[in-house]
Nanobody
Framework: QVQLVESGGGLVQAGGSQRLSCAASGRTFSSYAMGWFRQAPGKEREFVARISRSGVTTKYADSVKGRFTISRDNAKNTVYLQMNSLKPEDTAVYYC?????????????????WGQGTQVTVSS
């Protein structure tokens, strides 16, 4: 079992930056690939970014490529999402998720554990 707790959300102006953190419990954090997803009001939850167990391989949604960076620190059991050049359309609840599978995936159903989410609001 893995418990995930996100933090770092809040209100930011368009063009600004914010860093989200996701702290994981347990000793097996490095056994999981990690992902970030988001859900805007009235919309379905969507993939944002993924990082492999070692942190070497990353993948991004086209909408955030070049602006967001996912990283992890396995010694601290934490995954991060650095968000730059934020836009009002980035406003959403952001969730981190853990995937114990071996196939890289953006599919929500492939992730085994989820955090409770943190709200990010980008004002214009």
């Amino acid at each position: 079992q893995v418990q995930l707790v996100e933090s770092g959300g809040g209100l930011v102006q368009a063009g600004g930056s914010q860093r989200l953190s996701c702290a994981a419990s347990g000793r097996t954090f490095s056994s999981y690939a990690m992902g970030w997803f988001r859900q805007a009001p009235g919309k379905e939850r969507e993939f944002v970014a993924r990082i492999s167990r070692s942190g070497v391989t990353t993948k991004y949604a086209d909408s955030v490529k070049g602006r967001f960076t996912i990283s992890r620190d396995n010694a601290k059991n934490t995954v991060y999402l650095q968000m730059n050049s934020l836009k009002p359309e980035d406003t959403a609840v952001y969730y981190c998720a853990a995937d114990r599978g071996t196939t890289p995936t953006m599919a929500l159903g492939s992730y085994d554990y989820w955090g409770q989410g943190t709200q990010v609001t980008v004002s214009s």
